[in-house]
């Protein structure tokens, strides 16, 4: 079951991103403020949760968080700062988004930039231990695909409806097919599919 805090009588925040892996697209970042005793049965690191759930649960959060706030940072700004500070960036720019100053951040993951004056605490695989992360990894991920579902209708041939502007097959093949568009992260390694892999 996750924790609803970290440290009892302070206002915390979960902060996580979606997208940091992929080809092109945004990283979006989430922040969450949750109220105490929020529980919800489905609620988990996104990357473990159905896609129908994931919307369930962003109602849900939506609705019943004290604050939220989701960001972004687009592919050209990453190609510019690279993905990590692009990650921290956003993350930045959904806490200065809250309607609720906490005052502590728990961060997924195990670096980040510390953000003004605020306390934080950097927590691997938060988004399976900490309610207010999870949720942050729910907004963050299902944001994030929405984003990009909307941009398949102007770049169908890349099918970002289902990859996401990750580096699947169907994705890397279409790049081959089609070269880079102005969302694809050109700094970004790019293994072509007419390139062998030595395995």
């Excluded at 099918?159 to 102005?182: M, Q």
Aim: charge should be neutral.
């Amino acid at each position: 079951m996750l924790k609803n805090s970290f440290q009892d009588d302070t206002v915390e925040a979960g902060c996580d991103e979606a997208g940091r892996g992929c080809l092109a697209g945004p990283v979006f970042a989430a922040a969450v403020v949750l109220p105490p005793g929020f529980y919800h049965p489905l609620l988990n690191d996104s990357k473990q949760v159905p896609e129908p759930d994931r919307d369930e649960l962003r109602i849900f959060i939506e609705q019943n968080a004290l604050s939220y706030s989701v960001a972004m940072v687009d592919a050209d700004e990453i190609d510019q700062i690279n993905i990590l500070q692009a990650s921290f960036k956003a993350m930045h720019l959904a806490v200065t988004k809250l309607s609720i100053s906490p005052k502590l951040l728990l961060i997924d993951g195990n670096r980040f930039v510390k953000y003004k004056r605020v306390k934080h605490e950097c927590i691997i695989k938060g988004d399976s231990i900490y309610s207010s992360i999870a949720a942050a990894s729910i907004l963050a991920k299902t944001y994030r695909d929405q984003y990009m579902r909307n941009l398949h209708s102007t770049f169908p041939h890349y099918c970002w409806n289902t990859n996401k502007g990750y580096g699947t097959l169907e994705h890397r093949r279409a790049i081959d097919a089609h070269g880079f568009c102005s969302h694809h992260r050109k700094t970004f390694q790019f293994v072509s599919t007419q390139i062998p892999i030595e395995l």
